[in-house]
């Protein structure tokens, strides 16, 4: 089988996929991107070619319009190179929201086109008008608006889509969702796992050690920013620390901004709060630990002794899941796409993402009574093992595939959301 992925920025959403795919001798895997030094093992890269630089006079709402065309217009020439050179594709998988597929159905008419569709823009109830820390101005609701376009030109074209939740598939327009199959994202369980030996040694960062005796309260985003709820998460932190002494945190993620507006001046959210707020905490209890190799990542997780995990009703983490996977003790902010991963004291704590007092409040709870604490860790692994199996995820993504292939439309559901399976376990065991 030939399968052709594109990703601006490879792998992307598809580095499991891929790596499974390659197993297999009888397969052969291109992958169109933007130049890079990573690679894996039996997969053919081809690189395009992209300036960032925008013509003069260019409204602002019309950048990543510009951009989009820009990279549908690379890549279809990459895969006009790629088709004179013989490769005709089985099928063609790749993320819609940068515009590189726009132009593909011209190139391989008859290949059937799998998109990734990530996120649909509202003006309300979503992220955009969440925080009232962060008022809208007048003109962001039509810019938000027109950050649709690339979103819509897709849906308009042939294929299918994939999204790996319920809440980012329900966001769409109906008339889409027809399209649009719930692929859910597994996880390695055999990686993602808890290690009980773990706590009773030493668990050193850097300078920063954290010993046996002492409670560790993780967060972990890509990006240290109000989309992830580090505000909040910083504004918790002076009375969780005074509440006990033997409480150290390990703050988890980059200065850069990934979702949501940067302050202006350069200065990043991090440096921003730790003006606010320094004089409150105790800093020899807190480790900014930047941007962790995964293998430092993943032993953060089973030290953890609580983990927080906070989201604007937006796109969920792969980290949520990571962190059920090794059976963290949760908390978690209520919104949307949390509570489709999360069941309320089942599998983890849900608090009010709006209020810091509730989150230390949550955290204390969970230090404190170490029968909640485990029954939630237990159930978080649990839940893990029947809903985010990577096996099961691997499985659903070739039965999506070969479902296209053959010339059917797949159904739209594969498997059911985590919180969901976790209610009804429980139930059954009642």
């Known amino acids: 089988m030939k399968y052709l992925f594109i990703h601006q920025n490879f792998p992307g959403q ?36 992209f300036s960032e630089n925008m013509p003069e006079g260019l409204h602002p709402a019309l950048k990543e319009i510009e951009q989009g065309v820009r990279r549908a217009d690379e890549v279809k020439e990459t895969a006009i ?5 013989g490769f005709t594709p089985d099928i063609i998988i790749g993320h819609q929201g940068w515009g590189e597929m726009l132009h593909l159905t011209e190139v391989y008419p008859d290949v059937p086109i799998l998109g990734y569709f990530e996120f649909y823009y509202h003006i309300k109830g979503l992220d955009v008008d969440f925080d009232p820390e962060f008022p809208v101005d007048d003109h962001l609701p039509s810019r938000v608006r027109i ?66 005796n002492e ?43 990934s979702y949501g507006a ?3 001046g350069g200065i990043s959210w991090r440096e921003y709060y730790l003006r606010k707020l320094e004089s409150q905490l105790d800093m020899s209890r807190i480790l900014f630990a930047g941007q962790t190799p995964y293998s430092v990542f993943t032993q953060l997780l089973k030290r953890s002794d609580a983990h927080v ?17 090794t059976g963290c003790a949760i908390i978690a902010s209520d919104t949307a796409p949390v509570k489709e991963f999360i069941a309320d004291r089942t599998t983890g704590i849900l608090t009010p993402f709006l209020k810091p007092a509730s989150l230390t409040d949550r955290i204390l709870e969970v230090l404190e009574d170490q029968n909640l604490a485990q029954a939630i860790r ?46 009804l376990a429980q139930a059954e065991q009642e």
């Open 378 to 423: 237990k159930a978080a692994r649990e839940e893990a093992e029947r809903s985010l199996s990577m096996e099961e995820y691997l499985k659903n993504y070739e039965t999506l595939i070969a479902e296209l292939i053959a010339g059917r439309n797949p159904q739209t559901h594969f498997g059911r959301s985590p919180a969901e399976a976790a209610i």
């Open 147 to 212: 950050k649709n376009t690339i979103n819509l030109l897709s849906l308009t074209n042939s294929g299918w889509g994939q999204t790996p939740t319920l809440f980012q598939w329900s966001i769409y327009p109906e008339w889409a969702r027809k399209k649009i199959s719930v692929l859910r994202e597994g996880v390695n369980l055999d990686i993602c796992k808890p290690d009980p030996a773990i706590f009773h040694n030493d668990f050193v960062i850097g300078d920063f050690v954290v010993h046996p």
């Open 14 to 49: 598809y580095l499991h996929i891929v790596k499974h795919l390659v197993k297999n001798p009888d397969n052969e895997v291109v992958f169109i991107s933007q130049a890079h030094e990573r690679g894996i093992p039996g997969v053919r890269s081809v690189f395009y070619t």
């Open 262 to 264: 940067s302050l202006e």
């Open 81 to 85: 190179t790629l088709k004179r050179l």
């Open 309 to 325: 995990y906070l989201t604007y009703p937006f796109v969920l983490s792969w980290s949520l899941r990571e962190a059920m996977a």
């Open 215 to 257: 409670k560790l309260v993780t967060y972990v985003a890509r990006g240290l920013e109000p989309y992830r709820g580090f505000h909040i998460m910083m504004r918790a932190l002076p009375r969780l620390l005074r509440e006990r002494q033997d409480i150290k945190v390990i703050i988890v993620g980059r200065d850069e901004v």
